[in-house]
């Protein structure tokens, strides 16, 4: 099975959602269960953007042993130098420098011409590698970029250096199939592009970052950033969680494995949640609340003829404990009969249709 590795930028991405603010022993004690949660690659933060982030990022590189650290700098030498600060006591170290592609991008916020991006990007993948071994660039705004400007400035900074070429769809505004067709595109047309991995990172605005992240796998992605619980900037990130469930439950098709340590899904989703007081909605997918409560008397007899008729994903692969059956007003008599059971009444069909129509 090919291997796609997994980015993790809740401290980073994530932590740039309105109303989160993280302090440092916090970010530490996700950064740790991140690291238990199996994921290639943790983004603590933008070193260089405050002295809180520098430390938090610091202290994560000198902590964190069985995941790569990283942090995030603009394409400039200050920004580099201080992530080097930060995160050279890592064991691999590991930075994320960015610098927009797109028309809208570079004319009205860079203000610069594509040649000036061009050379400032290939300056500092150049100097970054003077201090990093591992150095990712990202094309911010690529989806919404020249496809023919993306291949040029990736040929450029894969000359340079970079390992591994992210693919944002900073804005959300991509399709599953436009997103799969960009990878590959540059699959095909980047020099070197076997050399390096080519990394999705796909925001949420449409709701589409699952689908588009998972079309950029099956078009040769093998590196794919997102956040536990999907928050982030606007609508957020694509929800690590479900990239995960969904590439092992349909590996039938995928043929791909992250090495993500899945019972570790509900314990992260619960920490993240409570750590930066973003409620998940009760029916997100793998780790909402309602994830596998079934209410409906029909679905609820068929759950305890068969957990399969209505499960596609058992709780306990993610770390989820035993769900009880929802007692509500669809419930039937079934679901009635086996909580009756398992509270201890063994009641006779009459009494079992009374205590039923009373409640
Ligand atoms: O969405 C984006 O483009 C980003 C970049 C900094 C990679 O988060
Ligand atoms: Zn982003």
Redesign the pocket.
């Known amino acids: 099975m090919r291997k796609i590795d997994i980015f993790d930028?809740t401290l980073r991405?994530g932590e740039q959602s309105a109303g989160i603010n993280l302090n440092t022993a916090e970010k530490i004690e996700i950064a740790k269960q991140l690291e238990r949660l199996g994921v290639t690659i943790i983004e603590a933060g933008f070193p260089a953007s405050s002295p809180g982030d520098f430390d938090a990022v610091n202290r994560i590189a000198g902590t964190v042993k069985n995941s790569i650290v990283t942090g995030?700098a603009r394409c400039v030498q200050k920004d580099i130098d201080t992530t080097w600060e930060a995160i050279k006591v890592a064991e691999q170290p590991h930075i994320?420098i960015?610098l927009a592609t797109s028309p809208i991008h570079m004319e009205y916020k860079l203000k610069k011409s594509p040649d000036q991006v061009v050379e400032q990007a290939v300056e500092a993948v150049k100097y970054a590698k003077k201090f990093f071994s591992l150095v990712q660039w990202?094309a911010?705004?690529a989806f919404r970029s020249d496809r023919d400007f993306l291949v040029r400035i990736m040929n450029e900074v894969v000359a340079a250096g970079a390992t591994t070429i992210?693919v944002?769809d900073?804005v959300g505004y991509a399709s599953p199939q436009e997103y799969g067709a960009l990878f590959k595109f540059l699959l095909e047309n980047v020099k070197g592009a076997d050399k390096v991995k080519f990394s999705a990172?796909c925001?949420d605005d449409l709701g589409m970052a699952t689908a588009n992240t998972i079309a950029a796998i099956e078009n040769g992605a093998s590196q794919v950033e997102g956040t536990i619980n999907g928050i982030g900037?606007r609508a957020g990130n694509v929800a690590l969680e479900e990239i995960a469930v969904a590439l092992h439950i349909r590996k039938d098709i995928y043929h791909v494995e992250t090495g993500i340590h899945l019972q570790e899904i509900k314990r992260t989703s619960q920490l993240v949640s409570k750590l930066t007081n973003v409620v998940i909605q009760p029916n997100k997918a793998i780790v909402g609340k309602n994830a596998f409560a079934h209410e409906s008397g029909i679905h609820q007899d068929g759950v305890l003829k068969n957990p399969e008729t209505y499960e596609i994903i058992s709780p306990a692969l993610i770390g989820e404990g035993e769900v009880p059956l929802v007692l509500g007003k669809h419930s039937g008599r079934a679901a009635f009969r086996d909580r009756a059971e398992t509270m201890g009444f063994n009641l006779s069909d009459e009494k079992l249709n009374k205590a039923f129509t009373e409640f």
């Open positions: 930028t991405d995030l994320h960015f990202s911010e705004d992210n944002p900073t990172h925001h900037e």
